[in-house]
Every structure is written in structure tokens, then in C-alpha cells.
């Protein structure tokens, strides 16, 4: 099974102080990482705000940068203020030797294109360049793999899709849910205290172990009921799913629920 979720906009207007904020972010980032999840689809929702929009995306992005890129991508903002005290992913993209002459031929790295001595290079964090001469331009984040060892080190641009390793989530927006689900053509899954209890839904997750999956989580104050009113029912290989029968608690917040369904699904899709 092939994961993405989809989380509002107003996913952080609950909590009231920026470090709360950065924390939950942090939270969602590795939640998505330990289970593998391919992309996350921040929605615009009634009560997000253009700031915590904002945060989200730059914070889920820097959190999934390697670090040794960050310098290159990221400059010293309030919205990246907290991002240093943040737990790292620790994903195969960011557990990368820092030397050259441990690089072995068939090595796979991500790096960012530079400009130099009027050439393009990337930069994949060590003190030289590698030469590069792929039509992306300066700035942007790229994956290479070393055809070369050191001390002549040459790379080619591959895509992710050609990596075995898990490699990271993207970060993609949309102006509204309809947006995502109308963009998407495979199985999708509604998160919701009113759907179908996952026990009663085996054959289900049988059908779609081999798929892309959409998991579509709901805002603070609205669940995806109040969200898509009477569209719900007609999105196309969709269920909603509850994942915590006889919750003890009001309500399960978002990072909680990412957490648990993803540990669920990464469960029920092996069986």
C-alpha cells in the first residue's frame, strides 16, 4: 500500500503559541515518515489562516530537507524559528556520509543546483561541486546517483521513483479537499468517528494492499462530514473508516490520528 494523506489548512488553529505550532508540525512530519508516506496534501479549510498555511508548508519541507542542503534552501526565518530544536526525520535521504572518499559508485544523494565560475554544479554537501548539466535550474532540489567514485566524482539525475529506499514525502497544496479528490483516481479513506468500524472492513484493506491510498483526515472543529456535506458520498472508491472505536477521549487530535491510523493501516495492508 501506497500512501498519501490529506490534512486542512487549520490543522494548527488550536494551538495558540508558535512553538506549540512547530511541535505538531514536527509530530505529523514524523508520523508520515515512519510509515512511509508518499505525499502530504495541506487543503485549504473555512478556518485556516494564510500563516499557519504557510508554517506547515515550509516546516513539513525543511524537516524533510537533508540537513546538509538546508544552509543552500532555507534562509533564517521566523517561521523556521523552533525548526533547529525539532526531532529529525532520520530518513535513508538524510543518513549520508559527509566524506567524499566514502562514496561508492551507485550511490544515491539528493543535492540542490548551484551556479559557479559560469557553470551549473550541484551541491550535494561537500566542499567541492559536482559538475551538472541537466536542465533544471539554479536552486532547485534534485536526486543524483555517483557514477564515479573519488577522487573523480560524476553523478546522474534520476528520479524517486527509481529508488528502492523509502526517500521522503512531498508537500503539495490544493484551494480546497474537492481539489485533491477530484485530482485523485485510485482508493481513498475518510477518517471519521461516524464511518465503519476497521474490524468489520478485513476484505477492504485485502483489495487495496497493492494500491495508492488517500487518507483524508478532518479539521479541529469540522470532520470531513461537515466538510464535504453531501459530495461525500458520491467520491469514488471511498469508505470512511473509523480507527478509534470507544475513544475515551472528546476528541482524537490530528497528530494522534495520523499516528494510530497510519500504524493501522501499515498493520491491516500485511495481513
Known amino acids: 500500500m501506497k500512501i498519501s494523506v490529506a490534512i486542512p489548512d487549520s490543522s494548527l488553529s488550536e494551538e495558540p503559541s508558535p512553538m506549540g505550532k512547530a511541535l505538531k508540525i514536527s509530530e505529523i512530519a514524523r508520523a508520515c515518515a515512519v510509515f512511509r508516506v508518499k505525499t502530504i496534501y495541506l487543503y485549504h479549510e473555512a478556518d485556516g489562516r494564510d500563516s499557519d498555511r504557510s508554517l506547515l508548508r515550509t516546516t513539513l519541507r525543511f524537516l524533510e530537507t537533508p540537513q ?32 567524499p572518499h566514502k562514496i561508492k559508485q551507485g550511490d544515491v544523494r539528493d543535492g540542490v543546483v548551484v551556479f559557479a565560475r559560469g557553470k551549473k554544479f550541484v551541491d550535494v554537501g561537500f566542499e567541492q561541486f559536482i559538475p551538472y548539466y541537466g536542465p533544471d535550474e539554479v536552486g532547485k532540489r534534485i536526486t ?44 481513498v479513506i475518510f477518517t471519521s468517528r461516524k464511518g465503519k468500524l476497521i474490524h468489520k472492513t478485513q476484505k477492504y ?4 494492499s497493492n494500491s ?10 469540522r ?43 501499515n498493520i491491516l495492508s500485511r495481513n
Open 205 to 208: 484493506f485485502q483489495e487495496i
Open 68 to 99: 546538509y542542503l538546508r544552509r543552500a534552501m532555507y534562509r533564517k526565518t521566523d517561521e523556521l524559528q523552533f525548526a533547529g530544536s525539532l526531532s529529525p526525520l532520520k530518513i535513508p535521504s538524510h543518513v549520508q556520509t559527509p566524506d
Open 223 to 265: 470532520g470531513v462530514h461537515e466538510i464535504l456535506g453531501k459530495a461525500l458520498g458520491n467520491v469514488p472508491k471511498s469508505q470512511i473508516l473509523n480507527f478509534f472505536p470507544d475513544q475515551a477521549t472528546e476528541t482524537v487530535r490530528l497528530e494522534e490520528a495520523i499516528l494510530g491510523t497510519l500504524a493501522i493501516l
Open 144 to 187: 543524483v546517483q555517483f557514477k564515479e567514485e573519488f577522487p573523480n566524482l560524476s553523478v546522474k539525475q534520476i528520479r524517486r521513483e527509481e529508488i528502492k529506499q523509502y526517500w521522503g514525502y512531498e508537500v503539495k497544496e490544493a484551494s480546497g479537499l474537492s481539489n485533491v479528490l477530484s485530482a485523485w483516481d485510485s482508493f
Open 212 to 221: 495508492e491510498v488517500l487518507v483524508v483526515f478532518g479539521s479541529p472543529k
